[in-house]
């Protein structure tokens, strides 16, 4: 418990307070209609926003995430009571629903004991970003047509879009239309302006204020929020029957799944978002107290809300202190001022919902994504359609089952390069990046990035077969990447090293962990080490077939032309890969546009010219400043600096490179 209020400090309670009466504000026009769509009278909803809000305030390890009555429960609730022919509002409705939300906190506690909440770890990023942008978009879309006078609706896209055609035609009011996208306007505006000014409140008490005093939405026909009793409900005892816990058990299940996926995700979302951890088990937990405590006051399940969390997040609510807040100003509502909620008009509401919600989207990631990686962009995509199709449980099966096929792809094709030397360096380079680098004269040098098994096998051993040409009398294979292997992998790699033994090719494993070995051992390749072909390193490998620095290189190798620029290239090219020459550029302007604003003559200069290489490694300052020193007189014209200071620049940072020992002097 309290492990969500953690983060109250004095610099943040005010802010923590201001957005749990905001957020209580804003439930209540979400809350009543999300509890007509579950079969019950709209106050129910208002109940169901002061004990379960105020427990998951205690429960929760969310320092943000906000509960209460919410579209994915309701709705399965209200689909429930139609199926089974039971009227809304009615006695049976009263009864049952309940029943239902009991057995969803009795679901949702099974959970907790089975640690359910541990699968959230695998799934990713782009599926996360497209489930929360899908159900935001869901619930902008359930709410459009209050924007113009009419009511919202339910269900998924293809009930949504023709719902909103028919209010349209039906209830269609231009001066709720009007109210609706001049409050959006400011809102959106303001959040661009003043981010941290609470524009959403002062709207909602404008509009509020200007009702009580002019009664202009009864001219206009703006539609205001039902007239409330006073009063924060009654303590109940859930009346169980046999039929009532079949459809209380049944249908308990498939909401306590949607409750716990949706709100679990979108908890991780925002953890990421705003760095913080959740304990994704005790949220289970919580998630169960919240509703059990809600069937004994007779409402409908209750969930994580994204509109609610996305609104706290924008007026920057960084504890639980808000839920508290929400939940006590509720109350006070309900006992003493349910009065000023029939003041309060829908559309103006409405659109502060709408505003929420979308500043809640994820749109940002797929673009970034759309740039970075398409295989990502179609998880987030395939996520995002599917619960605007599909609902909130396809939509994140979708988008799991396309993440590990992700993973699936990614790990059967793993990186792979032939390696070679280039003379007077120590290491050994790939063969397609670096201009220079030329294979060893006999020798096949081939990196493998991952582990082996089944699904990537074939490709291991059809490269290095490919590879092989008749003057090849060893092959090192760089097993660095490689961290275990399974019977496929063990079986393909006994059956190329006898391949390759009976073409009198050599085949070694080098740079691999000792695991490895064992493994080798465990599936019989134990001939393999004995035959001495296992070794530390590839230096290693060469050395044992009598090969050693400098080696003889291939004679018919083509490689790359490779000129002076190409060469000090080179080093940012593994850094940068494609970029590298745009970054060489950059980083020589960076330095030459501070040089030529630094006075020599002054006692400071000597500092200031030391200065100059900031945030660049040094490393490659060497690459850098040969760059330059190649380039003297076509810098000097181009950044408008005399010769004679970029020389200087260039014999000041030597120096230096030399005292910290990454050059020598003959460097």
């Not at 990713?124 to 497209?130: D, N, R």
């Not at 003379?423 to 991952?450: E, S, W």
Request: with cysteine.
């Amino acid at each position: 418990m309290l492990k969500g209020l953690r983060n109250a400090k004095k610099n943040t309670i005010v802010t923590d307070m201001i957005s749990g009466v905001i957020i209580a504000l804003v439930s209540i026009p979400i809350s009543m209609g999300y509890a007509q769509i579950a079969g019950l009278p709209p106050q129910y909803g208002l109940y169901g926003s002061v004990l379960p809000v105020l427990l998951f305030g205690l429960f929760s390890s969310s320092p943000q995430y906000i509960f209460g009555v919410d579209a994915a429960p309701a709705a399965l609730v209200g689909g429930t009571l139609a199926s089974l022919g039971i009227a809304y509002a009615s006695a049976e409705a009263m009864a049952l629903v309940p029943v239902i939300t009991f057995f969803v906190g009795i679901w949702l506690l099974l959970f907790y004991l089975l640690k359910f909440g541990t699968l959230t770890r695998f799934v990713s990023s782009p599926v996360m970003g497209g489930f929360i942008t899908g159900i935001c978009t869901t619930i902008i879309l359930m709410q459009t047509p209050k924007l113009f006078g009419g009511q919202s609706g339910v269900g998924e896209i293809k009930e949504l879009l023709p719902h909103i055609a028919h209010e349209f035609q039906e209830s269609f009011n231009a001066p709720s239309l009007v109210t609706a996208a001049v409050c959006i306007f400011v809102i959106l505006l303001s959040k661009k302006l003043a981010p941290k000014f609470p524009m959403s409140a002062v709207v909602m008490t404008l509009a509020a204020g200007v009702q009580y005093f002019t009664d202009i939405c009864s001219r206009f026909s703006i539609k205001l929020l039902p007239s409330v009793e006073r009063g924060a409900g009654e303590f109940i005892v859930p009346l169980f029957t046999l039929e009532r816990c079949y459809t209380g058990i049944t249908a308990g299940f498939t909401i306590a799944v949607v409750i716990a996926s949706e709100t679990l995700l979108a908890e991780q979302n925002f953890a990421m978002k705003n760095d913080y951890r959740i304990d994704d088990n005790s949220e289970l937990l919580a998630f169960s107290v919240c509703n059990t405590a809600a069937a004994f006051i007779g409402v409908c399940p209750v969930n994580g809300s994204v509109s609610r969390t996305s609104m706290n997040d924008q007026f920057k609510g960084r504890s639980q202190l808000t839920s508290l807040t929400a939940a006590g100003v509720m109350f006070l509502i309900l006992m003493f001022a349910t009065g000023m909620i029939s003041y309060l008009p829908v559309p103006v509401l409405t659109s502060i919902v709408v505003c929420a919600l979308w500043s809640g989207t994820e749109f940002s990631l797929a673009g970034k994504l759309f740039k970075s990686s398409k295989k990502e962009f179609w998880i987030f995509m395939a996520a995002f359609a599917g619960v605007l199709i599909f609902g909130t449980i396809y939509g994140v099966v979708i988008g799991v089952i396309l993440s590990f096929l992700n993973v699936v792809i990614r790990i059967s094709r793993p990186p792979t390069s032939f390696l070679g030397v280039i003379p007077g360096r120590n290491h050994f380079y790939d063969l397609a990046t670096y201009a220079k680098a030329r294979p060893i004269k006999n020798v096949v040098i081939y990196h493998f990035g991952g582990n082996l098994f089944f699904a990537n096998v074939s490709r291991f051993t059809s490269e290095i077969e490919d590879s092989v040409s008749s003057g090849t009398k060893y092959v090192i294979v760089d097993a660095g990447g490689i961290g275990s292997l399974d019977s496929t992998g063990a079986e393909a790699l006994g059956t190329l090293y006898r391949k390759l033994q009976k073409r009198s090719i050599k085949l070694f494993l080098a740079e691999h962990s000792s695991r490895v070995n064992e493994e080798l051992r465990t599936y019989g390749l134990g001939f393999i080490i004995e035959s001495g072909g296992v070794r530390k390193t590839i230096t290693d490998a060469l050395a044992a077939v009598g090969y050693y620095r400098p080696y003889e290189l291939c004679g018919n190798y083509e490689a790359k032309t490779v000129t002076d620029d190409t060469a000090i290239l080179q080093e940012f090219e593994w850094a940068f890969g494609k970029d590298a020459e745009k970054y060489l550029e950059l980083y020589t302007k960076k330095i030459l546009r501070k040089a030529k604003a630094i006075d020599k003559d002054s006692a400071e200069a000597s500092e200031e010219y030391a200065h100059l290489w900031d945030g660049i490694s040094p490393i490659s300052d060497h690459v850098l400043l040969d760059h330059m020193e190649r380039r003297v007189t076509e810098l000097s014209k181009k950044y408008n600096i005399s010769e004679k200071t970029i020389r200087h620049v260039i014999s000041e940072h030597r120096k230096t490179l030399v005292n910290q020992g990454y050059v020598s002097h003959e460097g």
